[in-house]
Antibody
Framework: QVQLQESGPGLVKPSGTLSLTCAVSGGSIRSSNWWSWVRQPPGKGLEWIGEIYNSGSTNYNPSLKSRVTISVDKSKNQFSLKLSSVTAADTAVYYC???????????WGQGTMVTVSS | QTVVTQEPSFSVSPGGTVTLTCGLSSGSVSTSYYPSWYQQTPGQAPRTLIYSTNTRSSGVPDRFSGSILGNKAALTITGAQADDESDYYCVLYMGSGIWVFGGGSKLTVL
């Protein structure tokens, strides 16, 4: 049973860089799936951030593309998110998710809350 | 930028049937958008209900069904139960590796 677990700082200063990691257990990140990041500001809806394939190919939300970098570390079976120049508007619960070939976000991490504040 | 639209809120009586929809600010939703649906309760991660328009995820009761109705994707809950009270999100694949979530629908069972 594949499981995903997000980790990273819960507090980031404005103008800084948000960095999160998603560890994949019970399966390989080398499988034929995309690995995605989704966020949810408090009291608001879900927003897709971007995704990565095990080859390193990426796709990003156009509205965030200039600030987002998603990378994969196959040796550690994990993938990561970096979001630069953060503001209070980036305060959210950040989820990692697996996207399967049937076009479904089928497995989700539990989410991690990141607050942008000085 | 394309906006994916959902009704902000809906209510249904226990045992009743409700259909939530997922549309586009411009254009029609078809199976080519691979619509999928997710249920979320407060403090929890989303749970996958339906993908590729009408395929139920493993373990999802058959009272949840997906379809295309007119120019929108639809999630129908037949025989609503109290624990169906949740937020429901659709997401569409826009092509070129881009996904867009709808704003979500809050379903009340009363």
């Amino acid at each position: 049973q594949v499981q995903l677990q997000e980790s990273g700082p819960g507090l980031v200063k404005p103008s800084g860089t948000l960095s999160l990691t998603c560890a994949v257990s019970g399966g390989s990140i080398r499988s034929s799936n995309w690995w995605s990041w989704v966020r949810q500001p408090p009291g608001k809806g879900l927003e897709w951030i971007g995704e990565i394939y095990n080859s390193g190919s990426t796709n990003y939300n156009p509205s965030l593309k200039s600030r987002v970098t998603i990378s994969v570390d196959k040796s550690k079976n994990q993938f990561s998110l970096k979001l630069s120049s953060v503001t209070a508007a980036d305060t959210a619960v950040y989820y990692c998710a697996r996207v399967v070939q049937d076009y479904a976000f089928d497995i989700w991490g539990q989410g991690t809350m990141v607050t942008v504040s000085s | 930028q394309t906006v994916v639209t959902q009704e902000p809120s809906f209510s249904v009586s226990p045992g009743g049937t409700v259909t939530l929809t997922c549309g586009l600010s411009s254009g029609s939703v078809s199976t080519s958008y691979y619509p999928s649906w997710y249920q979320q309760t407060p403090g929890q991660a989303p749970r996958t209900l339906i993908y590729s328009t009408n395929t139920r995820s493993s373990g999802v009761p058959d009272r949840f069904s997906g379809s295309i109705l007119g120019n929108k994707a639809a999630l129908t809950i037949t025989g609503a139960q109290a624990d169906d009270e949740s937020d429901y999100y659709c997401v569409l694949y826009m092509g070129s590796g881009i996904w867009v979530f709808g704003g979500g629908s809050k379903l009340t069972v009363l």
